[in-house]
């Protein structure tokens, strides 16, 4: 990917390995700079205790979300923010209570009765923490908190905020249906293998991190054009697929030491994935598919989104 | 209660038993006419497959949703609105959403890290009908359909459905936080035994059945006003605790073959309830105490309350 390159970026948050991007597209430092306004976010307002709380519940909560995530989801908010004009502070409260839903379904999906993983970002997962009680009931809690988060939160008009808290409840709900799928099967029969992988991921880590730019963009002030949205949204159903092709593919070639969670499990639990139906060539060929359909989209958006660019491209080479 | 009453109803969806209510307030084919709207309301939009939804997940959330619960929750919300001038119509996506959130915390808290529970309604609880993983993620699914049904449905303005998103999300917190105190424990040790039963089952139980009431309250076209907004909360939340206090009386005096469900299991599970800290006939007084003071809130809705001042009366009367 990008021919003629010769700059490289190493250990962003993002990327575990060196990326190429063009001297043009050269802000690393600048993409991931809201890195900082992010965490601080996430970490006050689960600081905040408006109602009554028990400790341990709270300290859960900090332990699944305050752990060495890659924060994507609220990167991506920022950028589509800014890349639509608004500014990145104001996808605060949609950039965290996406990350709060992808903590809790991270929770949960680790339990026992799911995928059953000891080790999460480097640490024990929450149940192993914390027991498996805590780990259904703070899960739950960090699914509802987005929901507080959204609603309690920033200034943007009632119409906006209620479009966001749509917007977050349409992607979760598909993302626990694509879970399910992943999990416990029930595939429609009549679709092919390819279209079987593509219904899971397009629900189950597809929807969020699509949801994730779509909340962005609708988090500037005022609202934005419909084609603008649009751009957003071909961009965000792109990055989506790439993020999970690109994780099936780390499942397979990479280590459990580099990535700090098990890997080859999916091989190991006989799951449906990219490498496996398409084979690891076909399956990169169909990431550069992607990440051209994604750049097309925002093309129209400008110097923007810039940063939405540079995101996408550092997802198709990531190595944790 | 109500000494000089003579009337008697037997066998509604609420009261178990013989329920004394005084002559002018004996509307009780009324007060749950509106079941049979709540249940249709229900069981369309649950058959409803907006987003793609493996058909296992969609049968375990009706098997946890449409067994024969109370629905006390929607009736709380449909009489709360007209009792301040509303349509109760008006409050069915409140009403069925608060259902969906109740019937979540069922499901989640019945499971073998929890409650462990095999009995629900008369029925095998959802991980031992569907297993747990469809448990764990049916639960999650119901949770979010709440939010999905409150920002997709009804006719209210954007700031009147927003704040029907905050109310849910904040008693749903409250409900989480409330099952770890009682399950978990982590009471403030500064607390009498009492308060730290009630501070338990303000959260547990207390705070959805309030947010039923008020979202009832806030659904009423064209908003109202803040002195009918306190009355409500004032009754909703003697509603709530009496609820709990009568629900902890059914444990230690009905048999699950009344109930429906496993009884006996808080004085097992060595768990606080109103009789084991106040005794029964002091758990009996709180009751009405909290009756009195409820009805005393509402006084001034006039005719429009009656049904509230009867669920009121049939709630401290129930016996499963």
Redesign the interface.
């Known amino acids: 990917m990008n021919p003629g390159t010769n700059q490289t970026m190493e250990s962003s948050a993002i990327a575990g390995g060196p990326v190429r991007v063009t001297p043009h597209e050269s802000h690393a430092s600048d993409i991931f700079a809201p890195l900082a306004e992010v965490e601080a976010f996430l970490a006050a307002n689960l600081a905040t205790q408006e109602?009554?709380?028990?400790?341990?519940?709270a300290d859960a909560m900090a332990y699944s979300t305050l752990s060495a995530g890659k924060r994507l989801r609220p990167l991506l908010a920022w950028h589509a923010c800014e890349a639509c004009g608004g500014r990145g502070t104001d996808s605060l409260p949609a950039g965290a209570s996406i990350e709060l839903i992808h903590a809790?379904s991270l929770v949960?999906d680790d339990?026992p009765?799911?995928d059953n993983d000891d080790l999460r970002r480097g640490k024990p997962t929450l149940h192993k923490h914390a027991?498996?009680?805590?780990a259904?009931?703070a899960?739950?809690?960090l699914?509802?908190?987005a929901?507080?988060w959204?609603?309690?939160t920033g200034d943007l008009?009632?119409?906006q905020?209620?479009e966001l808290?749509?917007e977050?409840?349409?992607a979760?709900?598909?993302m626990?249906?694509g879970?399910?799928?992943d999990?416990?099967?029930?595939?429609p029969a009549n679709l092919s293998p390819e279209d079987q992988l593509r219904?899971i991921h397009?629900?189950k880590t597809g929807a969020l991190i699509s949801a994730a730019c779509r909340m962005g963009a609708l988090s500037v002030r005022g609202g934005i054009q419909p084609a603008v949205l649009e751009a957003i949204t071909t961009y965000s159903q792109c990055v989506g697929l790439i993020f999970q092709i690109v994780d099936d593919l780390i499942d397979v070639e990479q280590t459990a030491e580099h990535t700090g969670k098990r890997t080859g499990k999916d091989i190991e639990a006989g799951k449906r994935t990219y490498p496996g139906i398409l084979g690891v060539e076909r399956s990169r060929l169909e990431v550069s598919r992607l990440r051209d359909e994604a750049l097309k989209a925002i093309g129209a958006l400008g110097p923007h989104a810039s940063a939405l660019r540079e995101l996408c491209l550092l997802m198709c080479e990531r190595t944790k």
Chains 1, 2 share one sequence.
Do not use: K, W
Request: hydrophobic content about 45%.
């Open positions: 109602f009554d709380r028990p400790a341990a519940l809790f949960h339990l009765a799911l027991g498996e009680a805590m259904i009931l899960g739950d809690q699914m509802v908190e929901f507080v959204l609603t309690q008009s009632p119409s905020r209620l808290c749509r977050l409840a349409a979760t709900s598909r626990v249906s879970q399910v799928y999990t416990l099967g029930g595939l219904l397009r629900n």
